[in-house]
C-alpha cells in the first residue's frame, strides 16, 4: 500500500506559475514510476508528466516547455513546477505511483484565471 498526499495547487493568472509536491508514504521501496495526472470538468483524466526511479521524465504535448517533473527519492517525494501557466491547464492535478498496482493521491485544483 502507498499514500500520496498532493498540496501546492491555487488559482493563478495566465503566465503565472505553481509548484506542486507529492509526498508518499507506505511501501515506498517498490514504487518505480511516479507522475501527475489531470482531469478538467468533463474532460478524462490525462498524463501531465511521468518520471522513473532512475529519472527518466516524459511530458504531454501540451505542457512540454513549460512544466518540470522531479523527484526526491530520499524524500519521497515528487514535484511539478508549472510555469506560463495557461487557462485550459485548470484542472484537479493528481499525483500517481506506479507499484505492482496504480495509486492515486485525492488531487489539488489548479485554476489558471485569463
Known amino acids: 500500500q502507498v499514500q500520496l498526499v498532493e498540496s501546492g495547487g491555487g488559482l493563478v493568472q495566465a503566465g503565472g506559475s505553481l509548484r506542486l509536491s507529492c509526498a508518499a508514504s507506505?511501501?515506498?521501496?517498490?514504487?518505480?514510476?511516479m507522475g501527475w495526472h489531470r482531469q478538467a470538468p468533463g474532460k478524462p483524466r490525462e498524463v501531465v508528466a511521468v518520471?522513473?526511479?532512475?529519472?527518466?521524465?516524459s511530458y504531454a504535448d501540451s505542457v512540454k516547455g513549460r512544466f518540470t517533473i522531479s523527484r526526491d527519492n530520499a524524500k519521497n517525494a515528487v514535484y511539478l513546477q508549472m510555469n506560463s501557466l495557461k487557462p485550459e491547464d485548470t484542472a484537479v492535478y493528481y499525483c500517481?505511483?506506479?507499484?505492482?498496482?496504480?495509486?492515486w493521491g485525492r488531487g489539488t485544483q489548479v485554476t489558471v484565471s485569463s
Open positions: 518520471i522513473t526511479r532512475g529519472g527518466s521524465t
Open positions: 507506505g511501501n515506498i521501496f517498490s514504487i518505480n514510476t
Open positions: 500517481n505511483a506506479q507499484l505492482s498496482s496504480s495509486y
